[in-house]
């Protein structure tokens, strides 16, 4: 369940930062009839020339007990270009139960390479410490992207399918799937996220934990281009996972 969460609360955070320093936004995650299963918090800044993205999320109630007590911490740092995030750094921390994992990748644009370091240790001892040069090169990681799909997508009226690459998503090789609805799709937008947004769309997590539906998250995006809400639909044996700006 842990994973789910960390995974949408991911893509929750698109923000139009054109003339902001500093964003904090913190989001409830529920799931059916248990309720509350997490909190997320998210925090950007910013000047002309570097970004820092922390995002901590922790499990509450049931969720909190079944996944032992589990914290992520995502952090991403770059800097900008053209107006966009990009990143040069992105790191996952988790810890659960006795164990912790260090995951940091290392972006050279030079050389358009990534270099993944993955350090692991269980009560205070390190037992995996491993170097990995990956197959896929991106400007943006998992949370660049979705910070900088406000400049990405210009029309955000007209139905289109866009498909970007980011570092971090290795399990989705390598890349995420953004759809923007057609009018005909819009009414089941606005069921599940209300008729208050700027503009919805919707996010393909391509893992085969999602496999039903393919672990479609529909999104509801302010005018501020912050999203507001988010439904993670039909996970096998879980249902839907709603988020909401608090």
Same mark, same amino acid.
């Given at each position: ?17 054109? *003339? ?5 936004? +913190? ?6 009839? #248990? ?58 921390? +988790? ?40 197959? !896929? ?12 799909? *406000? ?13 970007? !690459? ?8 390598? #890349? ?11 009414? !089941? #937008? ?23 539906? +393919? ?7 302010? +005018? ?23």
């Amino acid at each position: 369940m842990q994973k789910f969460l960390m995974i949408m609360v991911s893509l929750l955070f698109i923000f139009n930062i054109s *003339n902001a320093e500093t964003i904090e936004v +913190k989001y409830k995650v529920e799931f059916g009839i #248990f309720g509350e299963i997490g909190i997320a918090e998210a925090k950007l800044t910013k000047d002309d020339s570097f970004y820092v993205i922390d995002i901590d999320l922790e499990a509450t109630g049931i969720a909190k007990t079944l996944s032992r007590g589990q914290k992520e911490r995502h952090i991403s740092k770059g800097h900008i270009a053209d107006g966009v995030m990009v990143s040069d750094l992105y790191q996952i921390i +988790k810890h659960y139960g006795s164990k912790m994992t260090d995951r940091v990748y290392k972006i050279d644009h030079d050389k358009k390479e990534v270099i993944r370091v993955t350090q692991k240790w269980k009560r205070g001892e390190m037992y995996k410490d491993e170097t990995k040069v990956m197959k !896929e090169y991106a400007k943006d990681d998992l949370l660049t992207l979705y910070f900088n799909l *406000n400049s990405y997508v210009k029309d955000r009226t007209t139905s289109k399918d866009y498909r970007f !690459e980011a570092v971090g998503a290795e399990k989705q090789d390598g #890349f995420v799937d953004v759809h923007i609805p057609n009018s005909d799709e819009l009414p !089941e #937008f606005k069921k599940m996220l209300g008729e208050d947004a700027d503009w919805y769309a919707r996010a393909v997590i391509h893992q085969e934990i999602f496999s039903s539906d +393919k672990g479609e998250l529909l999104l509801s995006i302010g +005018k501020d281009g912050i999203a507001q809400k988010a439904v993670l639909k039909d996970l096998i044996f879980f249902g839907d996972i709603r988020a909401f700006r608090l």
